[in-house]
T-cell receptor, first 113, second 113 residues
Framework: DTEVTQTPKHLVMGMTNKKSLKCEQHMGHRAMYWYKQKAKKPPELMFVYSYEKLSINESVPSRFSPECPNSSLLNLHLHALQPEDSALYLC????????????FGSGTQLSVL | AQSVTQPDIHITVSEGASLELRCNYSYGATPYLFWYVQSPGQGLQLLLKYFSGDTLVQGIKGFEAEFKRSQSSFNLRKPSVHWSDAAEYFCAVDTNTGNQFYFGTGTSLTVIP
């Protein structure tokens, strides 16, 4: 299994909603990442978890809250988002934190109304 | 500051023609170098990577890239493009210090019959 699975694939939410994005991998990777990608732009790193501990937070607003309940799962909790938060949210994983090879999921396309 | 430059925002080639996508990086030492491909609405797929050794690296789908230290470049090439190669291509750099992983701004490839 060399996949990173993200659910849902599409999400539409209002600015007062609370929702969560989920990411799962069963490759035994110990580093997991959240990226945000606007159309026609490169992915921007949001958070990095290493061994289930938050390693990097790239100054992301608190309306985005990551969670790593175990080594296979990574969640991104969303609350009080703004329309400008609409983007493709990509999860990735790697064996360790060195980014030797990042495996990306297909992403969740998020629209905030 | 470290950076990755992809000078060509958009390239159009005919099917069967050769392809070269440019990537330049700005970093004092030799970083790890990657090329990723992204189809619309999808995650990123690793095409190839360079860490050290032979400066010509082979990747998946018939792609290759050549690292040229003197030019700080890592250009992606394919001898004969297929219509299915139409996608967004991102060059990326890992500076091997901490967790600094930078994506270039991407090159959009259109393949015409």
């Amino acid at each position: 299994d060399t996949e990173v699975t993200q659910t849902p694939k599409h999400l539409v939410m209002g600015m007062t909603n609370k929702k969560s994005l989920k990411c799962e991998q069963h490759m035994g990777h110990r580093a997991m990442y959240w990226y945000k990608q606007k159309a026609k732009k490169p992915p921007e790193l949001m958070f990095v978890y290493s061994y289930e501990k938050l390693s990097i937070n790239e100054s992301v607003p608190s309306r985005f809250s990551p969670e790593c309940p175990n080594s296979s799962l990574l969640n991104l909790h969303l609350h009080a988002l703004q329309p400008e938060d609409s983007a493709l949210y990509l999860c990735a994983s790697s064996q360790e934190l060195r980014n030797e090879k990042l495996f990306f999921g297909s992403g969740t396309q998020l629209s905030v109304l | 500051a470290q950076s990755v430059t992809q000078p060509d925002i958009h390239i159009t080639v005919s099917e069967g023609a050769s392809l070269e996508l440019r990537c330049n990086y700005s970093y004092g030492a030799t970083p790890y170098l990657f090329w990723y491909v992204q189809s619309p609405g999808q995650g990123l797929q690793l095409l190839l990577k360079y860490f050290s050794g032979d400066t010509l690296v082979q990747g998946i789908k018939g792609f290759e890239a050549e690292f040229k230290r003197s030019q700080s470049s890592f250009n992606l090439r394919k001898p004969s493009v297929h219509w299915s190669d139409a996608a967004e291509y991102f060059c990326a750099v890992d500076t091997n210090t901490g967790n600094q992983f930078y994506f270039g701004t991407g090159t959009s490839l259109t393949v015409i019959p």
